[in-house]
């Protein structure tokens, strides 16, 4: 069996560990079947018990030796930790039920499985359920949407480790910037939900999180800048960065991946609708 799981863009500025959306980037990982390592698909490396997608394969009642084949590079806030747990967790639970079909039933098992192992759960809600989720309090709910734009990424060379970007963060905040952050997550879902894309610059802005971790990260305040001087609706730190994602129409998505920086690498992605699923054995 294969599982392959989007990754994902948390966050989107105010929704601090609240908000996330799946992109069409990928990883897959796969049960070895009989021909053993010698038949891997292409591409595809076998992964040890200490990676994080095999573990969670373990924790959900998985037996057996994994592979991985991966799309979505580690350590630049889309979401690696996240996806390649969900994988795991699907399959695991899947082997151990007999069932190749991934269902609310079983997203809604694994759920708190995977969001215990990440630590929080915006990144492995989007990537289970696809679109764009809020989440709280062990729940999940995915946003009805009044677009489908176009998600550009900037990802520069250097990484960031989630646990490190978080301790530079404050530990109180003022009443000013909570209440600033409860009415940019409210305008944010209302401009999503209506497709009201001039609201979404304001919308997307933050005072709990982003700036403290752009201090760190020059380039990507940078990248930020030139993507809505590039005509991005709005744009953000994907996760605990270093990526920046943008969101615009679809015809001007190759304009604002021109203008970002030259020292990172500009994608052009969707949003990925369906979330996590389970494919039959590879031949």
Known sequence: MIAR???????????????????TMYVEIGTVEGGGASELPDRARLIDTQHPGSIAFVRAGGRGDLWERCEIPAGRGLGFSGAVRVAGALLGRAQREGQDVIDDVARHEVFPLVSSLEGHADNVAASLFGGIV???????????????????????????????????????????????????????????????????????????????????????????????????????L??????????????????????????????????????????????
């Open 5 to 23: 799981v989007p990754a994902s863009s948390a966050n989107i500025g105010p929704g601090f560990d609240a908000l996330a959306l799946a992109l």
């Open 134 to 236: 809020a989440t709280a309090d062990g729940r999940v709910v995915r946003l009805p949407l009044g677009l489908d734009p176009a998600v550009v990424v900037w990802i520069p060379s250097f990484a960031t480790k989630t646990d490190e970007s978080r301790r530079v963060l404050a530990s109180t905040v003022s009443f000013d910037d909570a209440v600033f952050n409860i009415a940019h997550v409210a305008l944010l879902v209302a401009a999503l939900g209506s497709g009201d894309v001039d609201a979404l610059a304001v919308a997307t802005q933050d005072r709990l999180h982003q700036q403290a971790r752009l201090a760190r990260a020059e380039p990507s305040r940078q990248a930020m800048d030139a993507a809505l001087a590039s005509g991005a609706w709005c744009a953000w």
């Open 238 to 283: 994907s996760g605990s960065g270093p990526t920046v994602a943008a969101l615009c129409h679809r015809d001007d998505a190759g304009a604002v991946a021109a203008g970002l920086p030259a020292d990172g690498h500009a994608k052009v992605l969707r949003l990925d609708h369906e979330g996590a699923t389970i494919e039959a054995p590879y031949t």
